[in-house]
C-alpha cells in the first residue's frame, strides 16, 4: 500500500487481517509504517535562554520557551515488522496552568514506563493524567508549582494569518520557533494515528520531535497542537483549538476521552489484511484489561473492519458512537503466536477464537485450505436484519420469515443455486441463517443445535473432534461438522450461537459439494443479524 508519509516518529533506535471473523492467512508483512510528527532522539534537554517570566504568569510571545517542554517517554514498544524494543523517544509539550498541567500529544507519552520533562534546564518528573487516541491528545501533569503558561489564542484564526511552531524537532535539547501561515482554517484530520473532525493547517516546518508542542500566534496565544508534517508536500498540521477545549477539561481531571487506552497506528498489509497496531498499552486501561497487548492487531470492532483505508477513522467512529466506557466486540490478531483472538473491551477477555473447520482439513488432516471463489454478493432478509456474503452463483435467495411451532418469528435468508434441491438433497450447495430474540424463551443453543444435527445422523460421517465451542468476537456457542453427506463427498456444518449482547439467537445450516469447500470461510465470517 502507498501512503503519503506524514512525520509521526516517536522512537529513537539510537536509544535503547485479510479476515473479518474467521482466519484468512493474514501474514504481517510489509506495513505502510507512518513516521509521526512527535518524538526525535537525542540528548540533552539543557537548552535555555531568553529572560525568566514572573513566576506562575502567562508567558509572551518572546517568553514562549518558558513555557515550552521537552518530553522523554521510555518503554518498551512494538513496531510492525520490527518486532519490541526498549527505546526513548522525544517529543514537545506545553504548560497551561501554574500547577503544572501541560498538553502533548497521545502518542509521545501513552503506554511509556517513564517520563522526564526538561524546561529551561530543569528536570522535572511527570505523570499522565488523561489521553485520548483518537484526538492523539494528552494532559500531564508537572511536578511542582509555580510554572509560567501559555493562554489560548482569542478570536478567529484566518487564512494567511502568521503563526509560529514551537519544540524540539529531532530531539534536539535546543528551543526552535519556526515561521508559517495559516493556509487552512479548518480541515479534518483523518490520520493512520488520530481522526480529528478540526485541524489547522499551516506551512510552520514541524518535524519528529515537534508533536506536542504548540502552534502560537503574534501574541504568544496557543491556536492549535502540533501533531503532523508532511515535508515533501509542505503540509504541516496542529490540532485545532477548539478541539482541545472540548476535552481538555475531562483530560485534567483524569478521564480519558475516545480512548481505549493504546498507543497505535492504522495499518494495511499488502494482501489487504488491515487492522489498529498496537505499538504500547497504559496499564490498567480498557484495552489492558481486555488483554490486548503490544504488538496486537486489532482487526475489528463491534463487527467492524478497522483501517480499510489506512486511518483511524473506524476505530474511532466506533468510540463515538458507543463510547469508550461500553462493551466491545473485538477481534485481535497476535502476529507471535499467529492466533487470532476473540472478547470485549469492558466486558469478557480476550479468548483464542474457536470457529468450525472442515473434516479432515486444519493443522492435523494435512490439507491445504480450500481457495475461495473469486466473486461474493451480499444477500439479505426481507427485513434487511439478517445479512451473509455468498458467491454471486448462489443466485436465488428466499428472505422470508416463518413462525416456529412456539410462535415465534424466525428471520431468515436462504441462498443457493437451487433452493429446493438444497433444501431436499446433498447434491447442491446453500446456507441458511436463522435469527430470533423471541426465540430466546424457546429454546437453547443446544437445543437448537441437536435439532440441525438430526440432518446429518445415518447420512454423514461425522468429524472426530464432534461438537466444539464457536466464537467469533460477536456470537458464542457451538458448531458441528460432517463430510461425505449422501455419499457424494458434501459437507455439511451447523452453528447454533447467541449474540455475546443477549439480543437474539442465530443458527447457521451450511452445505457445500465437493469443490466449494471455501465457502465455509467467508460465510463464517460475515454472517450476521441486527436486532
Known amino acids: 500500500m502507498s501512503v503519503s508519509l506524514m512525520s509521526r516518529s516517536c ?20 506495513a505502510a509504517v507512518v513516521l509521526l510528527a512527535g518524538c526525535g532522539g537525542g540528548g540533552g534537554g539543557d537548552g ?72 529551561m534546564g530543569e528536570t522535572h518528573s511527570a505523570k499522565i493524567l488523561g489521553s485520548s487516541e483518537c484526538l492523539d491528545l494528552a494532559v500531564i501533569d508537572l511536578e511542582g508549582d509555580g510554572f509560567p503558561y501559555m493562554e489560548w489564542y482569542e478570536g478567529e484564526v484566518t487564512s494567511a494569518q502568521e503563526v509560529w511552531a514551537v519544540g524540539f524537532p529531532l530531539g534536539d535539547p535546543e528551543f526552535t520557533i519556526t515561521a508559517g501561515i495559516v493556509s487552512k482554517t479548518d480541515t479534518p484530520g483523518d490520520m493512520q494515528w488520530a481522526s480529528l473532525d478540526h485541524t489547522i493547517e499551516h506551512d510552520a516546518r514541524i518535524r519528529p520531535g ?26 504541516n498540521l496542529a490540532i485545532a483549538e477548539e478541539e482541545v477545549l472540548q476535552v481538555l477539561d475531562d483530560l485534567q481531571a483524569g ?19 488491515s487492522g489498529i497496531f498496537v505499538a504500547s498499552v497504559a496499564s490498567g486501561s480498557s484495552a489492558d484489561k481486555a488483554g490486548i ?20 477513522s473506524d476505530y474511532c467512529q466506533v468510540l463515538r458512537t458507543h463510547g469508550s466506557d461500553d462493551t466491545l466486540a473485538v477481534e485481535v490478531y497476535r502476529p507471535s503466536e499467529d492466533v487470532f483472538y476473540v472478547g470485549q473491551v469492558n466486558g469478557e477477555p480476550l479468548v483464542a477464537e474457536s470457529v468450525p473447520t472442515l473434516p479432515g482439513g486444519g493443522e492435523d488432516g494435512g490439507s491445504e485450505p480450500p481457495a475461495q471463489p473469486a466473486d461474493f454478493v451480499t444477500v439479505t432478509d426481507d427485513t434487511g436484519q439478517v445479512t451473509v456474503d455468498v458467491p454471486s452463483s448462489w443466485g436465488q435467495v428466499d428472505g422470508a420469515s416463518y413462525e416456529d411451532e412456539n410462535g415465534n418469528v424466525i428471520l431468515d435468508v436462504t441462498a443457493s443455486p ?27 443453543v443446544e437445543g437448537l443445535l441437536d435439532t440441525l444435527a438430526e440432518t446429518a445422523a445415518g447420512a454423514c460421517t461425522p468429524a472426530p473432534e464432534g461438537r466444539q465451542p464457536y466464537s ?24 447454533a450461537a447467541q449474540a455475546d449482547d443477549g439480543s437474539h439467537l442465530v443458527w447457521v445450516r451450511l452445505q457445500l459439494v465437493a469443490g466449494e469447500e471455501g465457502v465455509l470461510e467467508t460465510v463464517v465470517s460475515t454472517f450476521q443479524a441486527a436486532f
Open 472 to 495: 467469533d468476537g460477536l456470537y458464542t456457542g457451538s458448531f458441528e461438522a460432517w463430510g461425505e453427506c449422501g455419499g457424494v463427498g458434501t459437507t455439511y456444518v451447523v452453528i
Open 210 to 235: 515537534n508533536s506536542g508542542g504548540p502552534l502560537i500566534a503574534e501574541d504568544g496565544r496557543v491556536v492549535g497542537v502540533n501533531y503532523a508534517g508532511d515535508d515533501e508536500n509542505d503540509i
Open 255 to 273: 478521564t480519558d476521552v475516545l480512548s481505549l487506552g493504546i498507543n497505535g497506528q492504522a495499518w494495511v498489509g499488502e494482501d489487504g489484511s
Open 48 to 119: 535555555g535562554g531568553g529572560d525568566e517570566p514572573e513566576a506562575g504568569g502567562a508567558v509572551s510571545f518572546e517568553e514562549a520557551e518558558q513555557a515550552t517542554i521537552q518530553i522523554q517517554a521510555v518503554g518498551t514498544f512494538e513496531e510492525p515488522g520490527e518486532g519490541s524494543f526498549e527505546a526513548a523517544g522525544r517529543g514537545s509539550g506545553f504548560i497551561i496552568d501554574p500547577s503544572g498541567l501541560a498538553v502533548t500529544n497521545n502518542h509521545v507519552v501513552v503506554g511509556a514506563g517513564t517520563l522526564e520533562v526538561w524546561l
Open 418 to 444: 437451487d433452493i429446493q434441491a438444497f433444501q431436499e438433497t446433498w447434491d447442491v450447495s446453500g446456507v441458511s441463517i436463522s435469527a430470533s430474540s423471541e426465540a430466546l424463551a424457546s429454546w437453547s
Open 11 to 30: 522512537r529513537s533506535s539510537s536509544d535503547a487481517a485479510g479476515r473479518t471473523r474467521l482466519r484468512a492467512g493474514v501474514g504481517l508483512g510489509t
Open 293 to 312: 497487548a503490544p504488538g496486537d492487531l486489532v482487526t475489528k470492532m463491534e463487527g467492524v473492519t478497522l483501517a480499510t483505508d489506512g486511518t483511524m
